[in-house]
């Protein structure tokens, strides 16, 4: 998708219908963008540029379903608020657990340092998730908080010992087995034996 593509042009249309919308009824609210990318190629930081102020933000969930580093280009968005959308699980593991918490922080550094202004986590889950949510939580009180502090105090809170943050910190943002991943829809379960061991004694 570049800004030449007749889809980008629709879409700006679209938008600023959608705005228009707004405005005629009164609405007490703004608008924001969301969407797999901030913006179409080759300058992603596009919205900013052709959108009004009748959008107030200029948002995207985070590439590959988080597996993609914070995207530079909110660096260059300069006339709306910028709101980053870390990953907190994604829904092909949905089956299985999902431990980001070190992916989260970094994610909020990189937020950081393009001078984002809001920060929202996107998830299906709330008590699998629960780690990478506390981390972020607690990383807008405390921005130097490392994820081997969280570990640190998140074992001891949960088991009342410090030695399993050890465990959770080697476990932390790498591939876990997925067993059965989702794809496709409803009932789109796909089964790989591969990634299960059976232990016999």
Not at 60 to 77: C, E, F, L, Q, R
Not at 122 to 134: F, G, K, L, V
Not at 178 to 196: M, N
Request: glycine share 6%; with cysteine; charged share 20%.
């Amino acid at each position: 998708m570049n800004a030449n593509n007749t889809v980008f042009k629709e879409a700006v249309a679209d938008l600023a219908a959608a705005a228009e919308a707004r405005d005629s009824v009164k609405a007490p609210f703004k608008l924001a963008t969301c969407g797999w990318v901030v913006g179409p190629l080759p300058d992603r930081s596009l919205f900013d540029k052709v959108l009004s102020s009748a959008y107030s933000a200029i948002t995207s969930i985070d590439m590959h379903v988080g597996n993609t580093p914070v995207d530079p280009a909110y660096m260059k968005i300069s006339k709306h608020d910028k709101w980053a959308i870390p990953w907190m699980e994604d829904d092909p593991g949905l089956t299985a657990p999902e431990l980001w918490v070190n992916r989260t922080l970094e994610h909020m550094e990189d937020a950081k340092k393009y001078r984002c202004n809001g920060l929202l986590g996107i998830h299906w889950r709330t008590e699998q998730t629960s780690p990478q949510i506390a981390a972020m939580a607690q990383k807008s009180w405390n921005f130097s908080l490392t994820s081997e502090e969280f570990w640190t105090t998140w074992s001891m809170e949960e088991f009342g010992i410090f030695g399993p943050s050890s465990v959770f910190m080697k476990i932390d943002s790498f591939d876990l087995p997925r067993p059965v991943t989702w794809s496709g829809g409803p009932g789109g379960f796909h089964a790989d034996g591969g990634q299960v061991v059976v232990s016999q004694s």
